[in-house]
């Protein structure tokens, strides 16, 4: 999906029939009566030749108490704050009323892409409609019709040349990940490349991510140096990815501040369900990712998930423990922490595990040393002659196993990409090397080319004793051959 689209606006102007032919189902609850819609719902919609994640909200009305409207208005608020579009959408045959004129200057404040719609704009009754929706001071109004499917070429319009950015947008904020090694990339052992070194024009991919009132707002407040992100007592505050450019100690980055990540069945409303996947797009949108931990309460089993998600993804991870300045016994803290982190996260040996205070800054350094280290080693290039020598060790050292009698033999190993590291050894059986050998082998290559906790990825390929000869034509008969023949005849 290229975009989030919300479609807001005040009850029945028709924003649930208009996500209906967007998705191309009958998804969202339609009728005549007003304020029909109250929980937010998320599709999959289709225009042309556009792919776009669409919001239906509840009709925004001028209620901020706590009532059933005022919390659905509050609701539908949080929608425009994390879409990445918002669709204005007034009733072409009303006019304009007051509400629509309050809710285009929040609009006008929230949102930095507004469309805006006149529905309902078939037939000559909408026309004074139409024309008076330019006074709300949103741009040209598109003449739609939800119901017959009028407008949508102009909606497409408006939307493509957005939808180009957002793609755009997705391009350069992309890292570039499993890069490609040549085979015969050899280089001398004492000058091994070094991992690139962020720009102002290519920074640091960095996403904090954990569960919600971890602190990951205040912990970035602190390292920007102000007062950016809304932070706060209550869990959840945030909603969607932020992408944020700082100077960290000299080092330019992109620090992506997500969504608290609850347990999947927890997560019932469905603006958080989105503002979890956004929170795992920013994943994939980052190089680092530093998963931070509630001090009190850490390696909870959400904690878990989102550190394994990261190493799954190939991203290289870095632990982080906040609210560390309210801790009392630190070392022995300290110590059943990095018990439980080798224990319960095997696949992440090694990885830097820094305690910090967002509060007061505290351990701010270390975590960039962190980072920063760990960047490097998800970079890391090993020579092939040194991967071979280190090979042999190995298999004196601990053999592979023989199953039903038949020796494995490891012939050959070569880095085949980096970001993360990728190995490739050449075998026989390669199917029949269990699992455990195959840790054994990456466990050493963490330990002996000091590799901590960065994602390997470890491929065994066949290369069997094949006849050289086999399926090429044979060569025509020499001339001496033909008279040795000709002889014995």
Not at 175 to 190: A, Q, R, S, T
Not at 391 to 408: D, F, N, S
Not at 464 to 476: E, I, S, T, V
Request: glycine fraction near 8%.
């Amino acid at each position: 999906m290229s975009f989030t689209l919300a479609i807001v606006g005040r009850p029945n102007v028709g924003k649930s029939t208009l996500f209906n032919r967007l998705v191309g189902k009958k998804l969202a609850l339609v009728d005549d009566q007003p304020g029909v819609t109250r929980d937010l719902r998320e599709g999959e919609a289709k225009l042309g030749d556009l792919r776009f994640t669409v919001i239906d909200t509840a009709g925004l009305e001028d209620a901020t108490d706590n009532s059933l409207e005022g919390r659905m208005r509050r609701l539908t608020e949080r929608a425009v704050d994390m879409a990445d579009i918002c669709l204005f959408m007034v009733d072409a045959r009303a006019g304009i009323t007051p509400v629509d004129e309050v809710f285009a200057e929040i609009l006008r404040r929230k949102s930095a892409h507004v469309i805006l719609a006149a529905n309902k704009a078939e037939g000559n009754a909408a026309e004074a409609g139409v024309l008076e929706a330019y006074g709300l001071g949103l741009g040209e109004p598109i003449p739609l019709s939800g119901e017959h499917g009028e407008g949508m070429p102009d909606l497409y319009s408006v939307l493509m040349p957005l939808a180009e950015k957002f793609e755009a947008e997705a391009v350069d904020h992309s890292p570039v990940v499993d890069l490609e090694l040549e085979e015969d990339d050899y280089w001398d052992e004492d000058d091994i490349p070094a991992a690139p070194v962020p720009t102002r024009e290519k920074p640091l991919q960095v996403a904090v991510v954990g569960r919600p009132n971890a602190g990951k707002s205040t912990l970035i407040n602190k390292i920007l140096g102000e007062d950016r992100l809304l932070t706060g007592p209550e869990a959840g505050i945030t909603r969607d990815a932020i992408s944020l450019q700082v100077d960290w100690s000299g080092t330019p980055m992109r620090i992506f501040d997500t969504a608290g990540m609850r347990k999947k069945a927890k997560v019932q409303e469905k603006l958080e369900k989105l503002s979890v996947s956004d929170g795992l797009r920013a994943v994939k949108f980052a190089e680092v990712v530093v998963v931070l931990l509630d001090a009190d309460i850490p390696f909870e089993q959400q904690d878990l998930r989102i550190a394994d998600l990261a190493e799954r993804e190939g991203r290289a991870v870095v632990v982080a423990v906040n609210k560390w300045d309210i801790e009392d016994n630190k070392q022995e803290k300290l110590r059943d922490l990095k018990e439980a982190f080798g224990r319960l996260l095997p696949q992440l040996r090694g990885a830097p595990l820094i305690t910090v205070s967002a509060k007061t800054g505290k351990g701010l350094e270390r975590l960039h040393d962190a980072i920063m280290r760990a960047y490097d080693v998800w970079n890391r290039r090993i020579p092939t002659a040194a991967l071979n020598r280190w090979l042999t060790g190995m298999l004196e050292q601990h053999p592979p196993p023989a199953p039903q009698g038949k020796r494995i033999k490891l012939r050959y190993m070569t880095q085949a990409k980096t970001r993360p590291p990728g190995f490739v050894v050449m075998c026989s059986h390669p199917e029949k090397i269990p699992a455990s050998y195959t840790r054994y082998l990456v466990n050493g290559l963490r330990q002996d080319f000091d590799m901590p906790g960065s994602p390997i990825r470890l491929t065994m390929r066949g290369q069997g004793d094949k006849n050289p000869y086999k399926g090429k034509k044979k060569a025509a008969p020499s001339k001496l051959r033909k008279h040795l023949e000709g002889r014995r005849d």
